[in-house]
Every structure is written in structure tokens, then in C-alpha cells.
């Protein structure tokens, strides 16, 4: 078992940044793959970013580009995302998730344990 917890989550103006913490706990860390994932309210969850075992591989929505950044400190055994240049449209509960398969994925399907999620709101 892994348990995740978010944390980071806020109010922010449109243009403004946020750093999501995800503290993972229970088995190995860099067992798994890290993934971020959002759903705004009254639409279906969505992947944002995801992260290799070690670090070097990073996915991202083509919506997130630019703006977001993935990383991870095994040591801290936490998965953060740094979001910037916020728009009105990232607005959305963020959930991180661990996978224990081997590469990267952005299907949620593959995602074994999430985190109980953490809301983002963006005001124009």
C-alpha cells in the first residue's frame, strides 16, 4: 500500500503560481512512477503530468506546457508540481496518483493509488 497526500492547494489570481506537494508514505518511493491528474467540476478527471521512477522522464498535457513543471525528491519520498502562469481553466481538484508498472504513463487506468485530492482555484 502507498498512501498519498497533496497539499500546496489555494486560491490564486490568473497569472499567479502555485507549488503542489504530494507526500507519499508505505512502500518504496521510487518504486513508482508519479502522476498528476485534475477535474474540474462537472467534467471528466484529466492527466496533467507524470514522472519517471528516477526523475529523468516527464510527461505533459499539451494544456500545461510551458507552465507547468513535474519533479520529485526521493529523498523527501515527494512529488511536487509547479504551476505558473495560472489561467481560469486549471481551476480543478488535483490529485496525484503513483504507478508501479515499469515506464511512464498518462493513462489513469494504470495509476494504482491516488491521493485524496486538493483544490485549485484560479480567478480572473
Known amino acids: 500500500q502507498v498512501q498519498l497526500v497533496e497539499s500546496g492547494g489555494g486560491s490564486v489570481q490568473a497569472g499567479g503560481s502555485l507549488r503542489l506537494s504530494c507526500a507519499a508514505s508505505?512502500?518504496?518511493?521510487?518504486?513508482?512512477?508519479m502522476g498528476w491528474f485534475r477535474q474540474a467540476a462537472g467534467k471528466e478527471r484529466e492527466f496533467v503530468a507524470a514522472?519517471?521512477?528516477?526523475?529523468?522522464?516527464?510527461y505533459y498535457a499539451d494544456s500545461v506546457k510551458g507552465r507547468f513543471t513535474v519533479f520529485r525528491d526521493n529523498a523527501k519520498n515527494t512529488v511536487y508540481l509547479q504551476m505558473n502562469s495560472l489561467k481560469p481553466e486549471d481551476t480543478a481538484v488535483y490529485y496525484c496518483?503513483?504507478?508501479?508498472?515499469?515506464?511512464?504513463?498518462?493513462?489513469?487506468?494504470?495509476?494504482?493509488?491516488w491521493g485524496q485530492g486538493t483544490q485549485v482555484t484560479v480567478s480572473s
Open positions: 514522472i519517471s521512477k528516477g526523475g529523468g522522464g516527464r
Open positions: 496518483a503513483a504507478d508501479g508498472s515499469p515506464g511512464i504513463t498518462m493513462v489513469e487506468a494504470e495509476y494504482d493509488y
Open positions: 508505505g512502500r518504496t518511493f521510487t518504486s513508482y512512477g
